[in-house]
């Protein structure tokens, strides 16, 4: 079935370098993408999104790549700091029943931040 | 503004009780959504309201949930006769579609125990 998935369950990275959180997707019918940042004890925050005619978009500190050809998707911090420590979901975007919108998240990314 | 509120934020049931979870989205957000959180994993679809049309229900695990929106605002997500297995997050999202963007916002959620 569809899916969408990630490589890594858990990074850990020392403050200021930069990290890089990657997501699997199968269906190649998607087309939009959003990366999402949940800290603990709260809900997911939009951080990015992107849609399947580009294959880069930038944000503040932030970027997402996107690889059609071997559907890869990928979340780069820049300079990562001790608050960027979250869950990170990679989600898609389907077409559900009746046309309504529905996103399928990944199972998360665990990203610690050490001082 | 305001943004999306859940109620109760913890709620602890016992096994075969009902419960009742509560959702206030963002002030003239047209399109609601319900997630299942369990520990440590990623986010599971349940349902989706989008204005007067019918609701997307294809993510309910079982005929034990149910879930209406009243007046096209306030969503109440009921559970029946719990199970175990339906400790988890839920989360609700809402999201003004009719823009090119699907991006939500997601509520705090409400931790449900069943003991």
């Known amino acids: 079935g569809e899916n969408v998935g990630l490589h890594l369950p858990t990074l850990s990275v020392q403050e200021g370098d930069n990290s890089i959180i990657n997501c699997a997707y199968s269906?190649?019918?998607?087309?939009?993408f959003i990366w999402y940042k949940q800290e603990s004890g709260k809900g997911p925050q939009f951080i990015i999104d992107?849609?399947?005619?580009?294959d880069k978009r930038q944000g503040q500190r932030v970027t997402v790549l996107l690889n059609k050809t071997v559907k890869h998707l990928s979340l780069q911090i820049a300079a990562t700091q001790p608050g960027d420590s979250a869950v990170y979901f990679c989600?898609?975007?389907?077409?559900?029943?009746?046309?309504?919108?529905?996103?399928?998240f990944g199972k998360g990314t665990k990203l610690t931040v050490n001082p | 503004g305001a943004g999306v509120s859940q109620s109760p934020s913890n709620k602890v049931t016992e096994k075969g009780k009902d419960v009742e979870l509560r959702c206030d989205p963002i002030?003239?957000?047209?399109?609601l959504y319900w997630y299942r959180q369990s520990l440590g994993q990623g986010l599971e679809f349940l349902i989706y309201?989008?204005?007067?049309?019918?609701?997307?229900k294809s993510g309910l695990p079982s005929d034990r949930f149910s879930a209406e929106r009243t007046g096209g605002s306030v969503s109440t997500l009921t559970i029946q006769r719990t199970q175990q297995e339906d400790s988890a997050v839920y989360l609700c999202?809402?999201?003004?579609?009719?823009?090119?963007?699907?991006?939500?916002?997601f509520g705090p959620g409400t931790r449900l125990t069943v003991t």
């Open positions: 999202a809402s999201s003004l579609v009719g823009t090119d963007l699907y991006e939500q916002y």
């Open positions: 269906n190649s019918a998607s087309d939009y």
């Open positions: 992107i849609r399947s005619n580009m």
């Open positions: 989600a898609e975007n389907i077409n559900g029943q009746g046309g309504s919108e529905k996103l399928v």
């Open positions: 002030s003239g957000h047209t399109a």
């Open positions: 309201f989008q204005g007067n049309s019918a609701p997307d």
